[in-house]
């Protein structure tokens, strides 16, 4: 499997996370000292071993990391004095910018070579990470992208074993036809009938947004909440979901595009699976009570529409480290390439260990804030006034990173795309079609002080990803302290050190209390 070194700075670390992510989707073997390096190793052996046995290093860059002094720099030299090793005209060291920044000119003078002089990659530009795929499948021919059985974030890449993509998606997705109808089914629980799963105060009015939204601007909605009377068709029962979706089941045309949408509770049992909680969802029988998302999935793919899109505002609906049954996973993963729609695009609100949140003062989901703001002009593509699903993903995770690092709270959406179609240019809300919407000019950027509270299920998700965070932060402190030079700086940080294991200590102490 082709193996690619990630280089970047702990200021770009959410971007380099979701490049990781997105190139394990892609079926590559990514490698960051910040996941693969492990405990008790040492950290400049491994890196440099690393280093030396990738087929590919991609240097990240920034405006906020070129300056950057520390392992970064040591690493992207040891990069050019490989590069510097290898055939001439092989592709090595990839220059990756993140924004528009001005590429460090770092050279190796010896051998004479220069990272300047290396064609770069814009991810920030609509298509760049496909050219960059492309790129790498062009120069690495005996190095094929192989899908592993769980992509994720949090994993490496030796803890999931290869599986084999079969052929028929091996190949360039087939042209995406035009979209004829445009359809969306949303679902919003605040209240359940079983008090485990704690009240939520914002999903119903994620959903009316978007309902009203998505009317505006040409899409015929089906609205599912549990404002609605008890009785009501569309009240948000199990049952009463799966009949409201199925009823629709010949409506849909095979070139319509189909939204759907969930604002609620997601959990995982033991068995690891993700399920989203109805109204009648009972803890105690969750598995024949909650809706699983692989369910929902199948449902879309027997809707008749051709192009698929699957948005899930819950806790714990991505990849990650919960995903213990591998097995499970692994079938789960296989089976969705055998059953192949035509086009199928997920954006989920979080990843498997985190929590979705809520904005108290904009009465909104953080997800679906952003999802709203995007819909309604945010997220158009440049230059061409049109909301396609590629930019709604990339406006909301990038939304969503610069919150986390406003409040120190991390929550990362989740997307992927399947199918023989490319959904990534498939036009969720047309230009046309928005300057006639009333939404046109949504607030998007709160003032003051905004309240952000979980959409969680109980305190010990919380507390775990708490001391996830302060862990985190208490390694990078560590870090610094080992390569700082400046003797008052040391002390600071082995100060903060200190405070952040005392908070860490307290979380766990805790944490032990409610289990």
């Avoid at 569309?234 to 089941?249: D, N, T, V, W």
Wanted: hydrophobic fraction near 35%; proline fraction near 5%; glycine fraction near 6%.
């Amino acid at each position: 499997m082709l193996q690619i070194f990630l280089a970047h700075s702990d200021e770009d670390d959410a971007a380099a996370a979701d490049l990781y992510y997105r190139l394990q989707q892609q079926g590559y073997r990514p490698w960051r000292r910040q996941v693969d390096v492990l405990p008790g190793q040492s950290k400049p052996a491994a890196i440099a071993r690393a280093v030396k046995e990738s087929h590919v290093f991609m240097a990240c860059f920034s405006r906020r990391s070129i300056n950057k002094p520390g392992y970064v720099q040591k690493e992207f030299r040891l990069a050019l004095n490989e590069q510097a090793e290898r055939p001439p005209g092989s592709v090595y060291l990839i220059p990756v910018r993140l924004d528009n920044c001005e590429i460090p000119d770092l050279r190796q003078e010896e051998y004479g070579v220069c990272l300047r002089n290396l064609q770069w990659v814009d991810l920030f530009t609509e298509g760049g990470f496909s050219r960059l795929v492309h790129a790498l499948k062009q120069a690495f021919p005996e190095h094929p992208p192989q899908l592993t059985a769980d992509a994720s974030l949090d994993v490496s890449p030796w803890q999931a074993e290869p599986q084999e993509v079969p052929h028929a998606m091996q190949a360039f997705p087939t042209q995406r036809p035009p979209i004829q109808n445009r359809w969306a089914f949303l679902v919003g629980i605040n209240g359940y009938a079983d008090k485990s799963f704690p009240q939520l105060r914002y999903c119903v009015n994620d959903v009316k947004s978007l309902d009203q939204l998505l009317g505006q601007v040409g899409y015929t909605v089906v609205c599912l909440h549990d404002e609605l009377p008890v009785r009501d068709a569309r009240f948000p029962r199990y049952s009463y979901i799966e009949a409201e979706f199925k009823q629709l089941k010949d409506t849909f045309g095979k070139e319509d595009l189909l939204l759907v949408y969930f604002a609620c509770h997601g959990t995982r049992g033991g068995d690891g699976i993700p399920r989203l909680v109805a109204e009648d969802t009972r803890a105690e029988t969750l598995t024949d009570t909650g809706i699983a998302v692989a369910d929902v999935e199948r449902w879309m793919r027997e809707s008749g529409a051709g192009q698929l899109v699957l948005m899930l505002d819950a806790c714990h609906m991505g990849q990650g480290t919960d995903e213990r049954k591998a097995e499970v996973v692994s079938k789960f993963v296989k089976g969705v390439y055998e059953r192949r729609p035509e086009g199928f695009a997920l954006l989920a609100s979080s990843t498997a260990g985190q929590v979705a949140r809520e904005f108290g003062e904009l009465q909104h989901g953080l997800f679906s804030y952003h999802v709203l703001s995007g819909l309604a002009g945010a997220a158009t593509v440049p230059d061409e006034d049109r909301v396609t699903v590629g930019s709604l993903k990339r406006y909301v995770m990038g939304a969503l990173t610069r919150e986390a690092v406003k409040s120190g709270v991390s929550q990362m959406p989740q997307g992927r795309l399947q199918g023989d179609l490319d959904l990534a240019d498939a036009v969720l809300v047309d230009g046309a079609d928005l300057a006639l919407s009333e939404n046109r000019n949504i607030d998007r950027k709160p003032q003051g002080a905004t309240k952000v509270t979980d959409r969680y299920l109980n305190k010990e998700d919380r507390l775990k990803e708490e001391i996830g965070l302060l862990e985190a932060q208490l390694n990078r402190c560590f870090e610094k302290r080992l390569l700082t030079e400046d003797p008052d700086r040391e002390v600071k940080l082995e100060k903060l050190e200190e405070t952040l294991e005392k908070k860490i200590a307290a979380k766990k102490a805790e944490l032990k209390r409610l289990t």
